[in-house]
């Protein structure tokens, strides 16, 4: 079955050039960015660390490490940008490498070469968190619908750096580079692949894959009419050179002192299997060729064919450097993915990674159904569909589902995004009136919600980041929270809506009654939606303001959202890690639910799209500021000043944050860490390196 109807021009932007932001909607639970700042300056390479998750050992080693001494602002939340000069291996302790029995069988019917020449000359070890591992079966997860099976890759990915939790911190190391080198003024990035290593078919991984994407997808205006902004700096793209078969440079026209950060999250994206994709391309195919692939496939146009063929959940043909490639396509009911026979880590004692031989993923009807399917014992590690509020349920059934609920840090944070550019020009200008934001600050009653859905346990407040995040200052988020129905009428009057229609409702400056929609979907808050922002829109009914709040299906809302068709979205926000994710505070980037119809603005520089007023003109400047501002200082300042203009202004009105993530993990899993930051911009679960999984037989 071909997945026609998912792939439009905007689809394919997000999917194949700027992938992560196409998770931050699909994504559960959504966070934000690190604090950066980076050292211009030779150190020496990390080496392995304790992890500060329940009784782990030490942490994995990589034989190349970067070249960085990364620092951190905040225990449970990010790392300060790495910024380093080249950096010596790390001599791998492994004299001889093993493989799976599955491998071997190959390997002995001629069928794949030995394993020795299937990993690259300098693989990564890996030390696990807990214990090195015996080869094991299969891992299980449940998912909900073919869009929800997306998960599956934030588990899998691999990028030029990754995520590290092994100090109780995150951090990024090395990964698919083994090491890189960054210019003293902190404009180029120099990156060194790994020698020999290739993609899941077997074919060579080289710096022509980077090139592939840079030249062919991000660069190819057909494809990306804004070049993905995450790639940009002074508002210039990035220049990507081929220096050899296994060098690359990454050239910016300022200091970019988040880059390595933007690469833990974003960088699978830029890792394309050139062999295999360019039959789709333009560039390459013969034009009667692929217009007869699109043609047969039922798709309109070329990108909509490539975009299809790149979706690694669900094409069984494409090569991945993944610990595991997907054999068995979700439309089945069940995603299965074997492991990677070319996969360029292994253990200290050399045992070629990942432990487990597959990893599948079974389709339940829906969340309800995904939780009782885990409480029945059939997922091994998952906070996905779980949900707070089903924590107790969980802890009950755990000796009859034969797993543990670990409680991770993280969860949701259900708020109304107050649509700055709403196309209705006379509700823009209401919704652009900050006394108008307040009000519906002020006509919440956030300690009644916070007991009907938390049990109490919630923070009221509005959205301004966490705690936990580097740019939060102490007081944000707790601006115009107190339940005051006088003064929320007070404002609304003062806002120049103090005249209602016979049925009570208030009206516009226009005459017309003010109308408006809060529209979210099934999403995890740890109980429906729905439910929340039905409860948000009562109140302001009884402050005049005709609000209802709808649900619609998942894809709908982001079409519809991204469309700038939306009133008022209604979902989750990021509390950490934002700047990499920027769109939740700035409309920058490939999205933002509060100001969609600036987006483009923004991104291009000013070139194309609609003109945003001064308050978020202001915001747009401090962030491109952030990126390329080489004074950690000044770059805290301003991710404060973004952060300190919301909690003046309340774009975003929020309702609770509840900051416990309840972890299933099945008892006879091995390596599963104890406590993690589980957040999108972590790769939720992936934080934990499942590659390193096992399970103990009993």
């Known amino acids: 079955m071909v997945l026609k109807s998912r792939f439009t021009r905007r689809h394919f932007l997000r999917l194949a050039a700027v992938t992560a932001s196409a998770g931050a909607v699909a994504a559960c639970g959504g966070t934000a960015v690190p604090t950066v700042a980076p050292t211009i300056a030779a150190t020496t390479a990390p080496t392995a660390v304790p992890v500060e998750a329940a009784t782990a050992t030490s942490a994995p080693a990589a034989t190349a490490a970067p070249a960085a001494t990364p620092t951190t602002a905040a225990a449970a939340a990010t790392s300060a940008a790495t910024a380093a000069a080249t950096a010596a291996p790390t001599t791998a302790a492994v004299s001889k490498y093993e493989e799976a029995p599955m491998l071997a069988d190959l390997v002995k019917a001629g069928k794949l070469p030995p394993v020795e020449e299937r990993l690259p000359a300098n693989p990564m070890i890996i030390e696990p968190v807990a214990e090195l591992g015996q080869w094991s079966d299969e891992v299980r997860r449940i998912n909900t619908t073919i869009g ?256 543990q609920v670990r409680e991770w840090i993280g969860g949701p944070f259900p708020c ?87 049925d009570g409702f208030r009206l516009r400056p226009d005459g017309k009654r003010l109308q408006f929609t809060l529209e979210c979907y099934p999403s995890e808050m740890g109980t429906p939606a729905i439910d929340i922002f039905d409860q948000m829109a009562k109140y302001w009914q009884a402050v005049g303001l005709d609000a209802v709040a709808k649900e619609v299906e998942r894809s709908l809302w982001t079409q519809r959202v991204n469309g700038n068709e939306v009133d008022m979205p209604a979902y989750d926000i990021a509390k950490i890690l934002w700047i990499l994710d920027p769109g939740w505070y700035v409309p920058y980037g490939s999205y933002c639910y509060w100001a969609p119809g600036f987006v483009q603005w923004a991104t291009s520089g000013g070139k194309s799209g609609e003109e945003p007023p001064d308050d978020i003109k202001q915001l747009i400047t401090w962030y491109t500021s952030l990126l390329t501002e080489p004074d950690p200082q000044k770059r805290l300042e301003l991710g404060q000043k973004i952060l300190g203009q919301h909690n003046e202004q309340i774009y975003v009105v929020g309702a609770c944050s509840i900051d416990l993530l309840p972890m299933v993990v099945h008892k006879d899993m091995v390596n599963v860490m104890e406590k993690a930051v589980g957040e999108y911009r972590t790769l939720h679960e992936a934080i934990s390196w499942p590659f390193q999984f096992w399970r103990r037989k009993a």
């Open 416 to 502: 109304v995004y107050v649509n700055q550019s709403v196309k209705d020009l006379g509700l823009r200008k209401v919704f652009q009136t900050k006394e108008f934001r307040h009000a519906l600050s002020y006509a919440l009653n956030r300690d009644e919600m916070n007991q009907l859905f938390w049990h109490g346990l919630a923070t009221p407040g509005n959205p301004v980041a966490s705690p936990r995040d580097p740019f939060y200052v102490e007081g944000y988020g707790t601006n115009a929270i107190e339940y005051d129905v006088d003064k929320a009428n007070q404002l609304l009057d003062q806002a120049g809506l103090d005249k209602k229609d016979s």
């Open 148 to 403: 929800d099976v997306w998960d599956w890759s934030t588990q899998v990915r691999e990028g030029f750096a990754r995520w590290d939790y092994r100090k109780g911190k995150i951090e990024p190391i090395a990964n698919v580079a083994e090491s890189w080198d960054i210019s003293g003024d902190g404009t180029t990035y120099t990156f060194h692949l790994r020698k020999g290593m290739r993609w899941s078919d077997g074919e060579p991984f080289t710096a022509d894959d980077i090139l592939f994407y840079y030249e062919d997808v991000a660069s190819n205006t057909e494809i990306n009419p804004v070049f993905p902004a995450w790639l940009t700096a002074g508002g210039e793209p990035v220049k990507v050179t081929k220096v050899d078969d296994y060098t690359v440079t990454f050239k910016f026209a300022k200091p970019y002192g988040v880059f390595i950060e933007f690469l833990c999250f974003l960088g699978d994206s830029i890792i394309m299997p050139k062999h295999y994709l360019k039959q789709f391309h333009p560039k390459y195919a013969k034009a009667e060729d692929l217009d007869k692939m699109v043609k047969d496939a039922k798709f309109d146009h070329w990108f909509q064919l490539f975009a299809n063929k790149n979706q690694s959940w669900t094409n069984t043909e494409l090569p991945v450097i993944w610990p595991w490639h997907v054999t068995t396509s979700p439309e089945t009911g069940r995603l299965v993915a074997e492991r990677n026979p070319y996969y360029w880590k292994v253990d200290t004692a050399g045992k070629q990674l990942p432990y487990f031989d597959r990893f599948t993923c079974q389709l339940a009807q829906d969340p309800q159904a995904a939780l009782m399917k885990a409480i029945a014992g059939e997922t091994d590690y998952q906070y996905r569909h779980m949900g707070f509020a089903n924590y107790t349920l969980l802890k009950e059934n755990e000796d009859k589902g034969n797993y």
